[in-house]
């Protein structure tokens, strides 16, 4: 019995010791990367290009994406065909598990978040939960890395950087199809098909797969919702009296939202968004302090929204403590558990 209790005990401190380090690493990347992003800038340079901001412009650019995050929510909801939930509570409960997890240490709880209140409080079945947020994500990699491919074929300053968009893509690519393949071979194992969550995993891709229009639909909201993205940060160039093509602006944003929502930092991605943004925009001939203040202007605007629907939500479903998430999350797990 002894050896029992130590064994769990051993594991957990074990998970503890991983996610310490992994959080320490991020928060090291993130202030490293910070750092750089200010280097050699005066408070006085950034204040000068700050001044030069009209915060009546930050309007336009919350409203276009506004509209970008909608729409994302709309993609969903023509994934999760035949389900009894509207647009709008699939919009809050995006959201709030978004917002959550950018505030979060561990950018990790998004996903759980969303799956807990949807199969614990909206009664969603899981395995069709689970294919439609892994199409959901897949559909996202896909244009991010596609625009950013197409980018570096267009825009010469960045073919150095190709090789890791090649990475990048080969391993979306053998993911989508070892999903795609094993997820409809599965569907000729009885056995499987019998367990409760992998038999609706597989019904909801082979549902999927059998409505190529609501794929292509879903895709093109897809490219619709990073194109608006995109043109959210490509206002605040405007704004801040960088006349840059909107091509230009939707890659810096594609770019620096891609690069920290994948590299261990800060909560919110802090530094690591800027850094990236940064480096995109000085290949354009933009000056690093108004290069600072654009990323910052950018990053206030694709975070705030979801962040302030997380703070409204996740209160008003009960979930005020670090304690009654994890129960929501653990309920959730239950859902996907055999029984």
């Known amino acids: 019995m002894p050896a029992s209790k130590k064994g769990p005990a051993l594991s957990l401190w074990r998970h503890r010791g991983y996610l310490a380090v992994f959080v320490a690493l991020g ?12 280097r050699g800038q005066g408070w006085s340079k950034i204040a000068d290009a700050l001044s030069s901001v009209s915060f009546l412009a930050l309007a336009p650019a919350f409203a276009v994406f506004l509209l970008g995050i909608f729409l994302r929510t709309l993609r969903w909801r023509l994934l999760l065909t035949g389900q009894p939930i509207g647009v709008g509570r699939l919009f809050l409960v995006q959201n709030a598990g978004i917002g959550l997890n950018s505030v979060s240490p561990v950018r990790w709880v998004s996903e759980p978040v969303q799956f807990g209140l949807l199969t614990v409080r909206d009664r969603l079945p899981a395995g069709v939960l689970v294919a439609t947020m892994t199409v959901d994500r897949g559909m ?3 244009v991010t890395l596609v625009a950013m491919g197409v980018a570096i074929a267009v825009f010469p300053p960045l073919a150095p950087y190709a090789p890791y968009v090649a990475v990048g893509a080969g391993v979306v690519l053998v993911g989508i199809v070892a999903l795609v393949i094993g997820g409809l071979a599965a569907g000729s194992l009885p056995w499987l098909q019998q367990a ?28 619709l919702y990073w194109g608006l993205v995109g043109a959210s940060g490509w206002l605040l160039l405007s704004a801040l009296g960088l006349h840059r093509s909107l091509p230009k602006g939707i890659v810096a944003v594609l770019a620096a939202t891609f690069f920290s929502g994948w590299v261990p ?36 605007v694709l975070f705030l929204p979801s962040v302030v629907i997380a703070a409204v939500v996740l209160p008003a479903e009960g ?12 309920r959730g797990r239950q859902r996907v558990a055999p029984s």
């Open 140 to 142: 996202d990699l896909v």
């Open 27 to 38: 928060v090291a990347l993130g202030v490293l990367l910070g750092g750089l992003a200010v």
């Open 319 to 330: 979930i005020l403590t670090w304690k009654s998430l994890q129960a929501l999350m653990q």
């Open 265 to 300: 930092g800060l909560p919110g991605a802090v530094g690591t968004f800027e850094f990236v943004g940064v480096t995109v925009l000085e290949l354009w001939g933009v000056a690093q302090a108004k290069a600072l203040v654009w990323a910052a202007l950018t990053h206030l």
């Open 196 to 223: 409760p969550v992998a038999g609706r995993f597989i019904a909801a891709l082979k549902a999927l797969r059998a409505s190529p229009g609501r794929l292509m639909a879903a895709l093109a909201l897809s490219f």
